[in-house]
């Protein structure tokens, strides 16, 4: 969602860094709400119905963003848990493309760095390699004879070449 709003140029008013006390100006001023009910439109289309009433009284696109960072990121143990076990717990299912599921897992990791529960380097391949399916046994087995360290990096590269790698 940041990037789409990023690229219509409307991210410094959902995330506060613009306000509209920073505008000086009248035309300034209109032009600050018409980006902030622009990035509120774009935010509620994108969202579930069961979602809306979350931001159903929002006054502005920054006022929206906050109730759902407010809900979605929330640094409570119970959701740093939750996550955290969703995290070690992802399996990645057959048929599933592997830079797919490299992003499954990136994303979980993300999330868990955005509650206060950052993910270190030896975690993520760890369970990146743990989590894939028997299929790629052979490139597992690989990538853990490696003489040296293995990263994120490392792993995320073999993708390309699993198509030659995987067996059927």
């Known amino acids: 969602m940041q990037m789409v709003l990023e690229e219509r140029e409307l991210w410094e008013v959902t995330s506060g860094e613009v306000k509209l006390e920073h505008c000086q100006t009248a035309a300034d001023q209109a032009l600050f709400r018409k980006k902030s009910r622009k990035a509120l439109a774009i935010v509620c289309l994108a969202m579930e119905d069961s979602q809306l009433p979350l931001v159903r009284s929002a ?20 959701n740093k848990l939750f996550l955290r076990r969703r995290f ?60 040296d360290s293995l990263t994120n990096k490392v792993a995320a590269s073999t ?6 790698v995987k067996r059927s």
């Open 159 to 164: 993708e390309p070449r699993t198509a030659k």
């Open 59 to 78: 006054k502005d696109a920054h006022d929206a963003w906050s109730r759902l960072k407010g809900h979605f990121e929330k640094k409570s143990l119970a």
């Open 88 to 147: 070690f717990t992802t399996m990645m299912d057959e048929g599933d493309g592997v830079l797919e599921h490299i992003n499954k897992i990136k994303t979980l990791a993300e999330q868990l760095d955005a509650v206060g529960a950052p993910v270190s380097e030896d975690d993520l391949v760890i369970t990146l390699l743990g989590s894939l399916s028997e299929s790629y046994q052979f490139l597992i087995t690989a990538l853990e004879s490696r003489a």
